[in-house]
């Protein structure tokens, strides 16, 4: 079954229980809310958070 925009809309975030949203170019589901990032392998999420990876709302400036 594809995953569908529908179908990532009713799903909550296993980390922190927040709103996800389909990331069809990446095949990945991304948290609204703490902006983990669940990759999907053969149509199948990956929902472990272990393997879930963060991303950064923007670069972090060196210092
Ligand atoms: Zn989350």
Do not use: W
């Not at 922190?16 to 990446?26: F, H, K, P, V, Y």
């Amino acid at each position: 079954m594809k995953i569908t925009e529908d179908f990532v809309e009713t799903m909550l975030c296993p980390a922190c229980g927040g709103r996800m949203q389909l990331n069809t170019a990446a095949d990945a589901i991304k948290c609204r809310a703490c902006r983990r990032v669940y990759q999907i392998k053969d149509d199948i999420p990956d929902m472990l958070v272990e393997h879930a990876t963060i991303e950064e709302e923007a670069p972090a400036p060196a210092s």
